[in-house]
């Protein structure tokens, strides 16, 4: 099962991400969006990456050899002859459903199909296909050029060559996969959204401040973000959106969204991408703690 053309639907910031770590890694990349501006708006974004990557000596080729596997398309028979669909798109069951249902018909039959999703089941997703045996999840982290992890997600009905064909290419990324199933929230955000909900709690309960939380686990723990920078870092409306996901599959109060994280998604103080959250970012490399 030779993987060497890699589409990528979407081309936001997790798109764009896995595109160029897939580029990086010396595969064909097309990159598939509904309007040229998303597209320039990710290649920017690869552009600037690349560009601090290469400054650091991290990369093996210059980054124009890099870019010259890099493709962006706003036709999906461009992604007809691929190996491996990863998709990346708004985070909505509809939204996903339809594109796998259109692409199944174009892209090759041998062909992997992939999501990208943090919280939506895999198994939901592959019933837009007639190809429920070469479905899975490969979910990658934010930012994707810099974290190592990638989460491999098998259902019941993923075929074992095609679990390990995706699991290789995971490690051809450069990445460390790991194995797991499709039960809501893998292993990462089944033990992270926990933690950053408790970390709300704790701010509602006065436990301490915004800053002293975060303080308290980046250097008591030597965690790189304290929660409130990672959850204004991973965006507070898709954490609230995981929430609502991962509390309707397990009906436990560990995963209910605090009132609090509901009001500001509901302020539309969504973190570092509105630059209002937890903090305000009106000066981005000073964040200050908004009075909540
Ligand atoms: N490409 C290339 N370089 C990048 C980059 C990117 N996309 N993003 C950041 N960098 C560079 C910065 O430019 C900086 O370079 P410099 O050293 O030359 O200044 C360097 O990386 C370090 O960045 P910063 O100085 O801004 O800050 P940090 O030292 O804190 O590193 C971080 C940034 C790697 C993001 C680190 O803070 C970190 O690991 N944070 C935790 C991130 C995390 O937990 N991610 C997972 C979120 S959960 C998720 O994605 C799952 C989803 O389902 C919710």
């Known amino acids: 099962m030779e993987i060497s053309k890699v589409g990528v639907l979407g081309c936001g910031l997790m798109g764009s991400g896995i595109a160029q770590v897939a580029a990086t890694a010396g595969f064909d990349v097309t990159v598939f969006e509904l309007e040229q501006k998303f597209l320039d ?3 920017a974004g690869m552009e600037k990456s690349l560009t601090k990557l290469a400054e650091k000596g991290s990369l093996a080729e210059a980054p124009g050899a890099i870019r010259a596997r890099l493709k962006g398309t706003t036709s999906p028979q461009d992604l007809a002859s691929c190996d491996i669909v990863i998709e990346a798109i708004i985070e909505n069951v509809a939204e996903k459903r339809k594109i796998y249902a259109s692409l199944d018909t174009i892209v090759k039959r041998e062909a992997i199909f992939a999501s990208n999703t943090s919280s939506i089941s895999i198994t939901e997703l592959m019933t837009a296909t007639r190809r429920p045996d070469r479905f899975i999840g490969l979910h990658f982290f934010n930012p994707v050029p810099l ?16 679990y390990e064909a995706a699991y290789a290419f995971a490690q051809k990324l450069g990445k460390v996969p790991v194995r797991t199933s499709d039960k809501t929230g893998f292993i990462v955000n089944r033990l992270l959204v926990p933690y950053l909900l408790d970390a709300i709690r704790a701010y509602e309960e006065g436990v301490g401040s915004i800053e002293d939380i975060d303080n308290a686990m980046k250097l008591g723990c030597g965690y790189p973000m304290g929660p409130f920078s990672l959850l204004d870092f991973v965006g507070l409306e898709t954490t609230y959106y995981i929430t609502q996901v991962m509390y309707d599959e397990f ?13 500001l998604v509901m302020a539309g103080w969504y973190g570092r991408k509105t630059g209002k959250g937890f903090y305000d970012y009106s000066d981005p490399s000073h964040p200050k703690p908004n009075r909540l």
């Open 251 to 263: 009906k436990q109060s560990r995963f209910a969204s605090p009132p609090l994280l509901k009001r």
């Open 41 to 43: 708006k990710g290649f």
């Open 147 to 162: 974290m190592k992890l990638v989460e491999v997600v098998r259902t019941v009905a993923t075929a074992e060559p095609v």
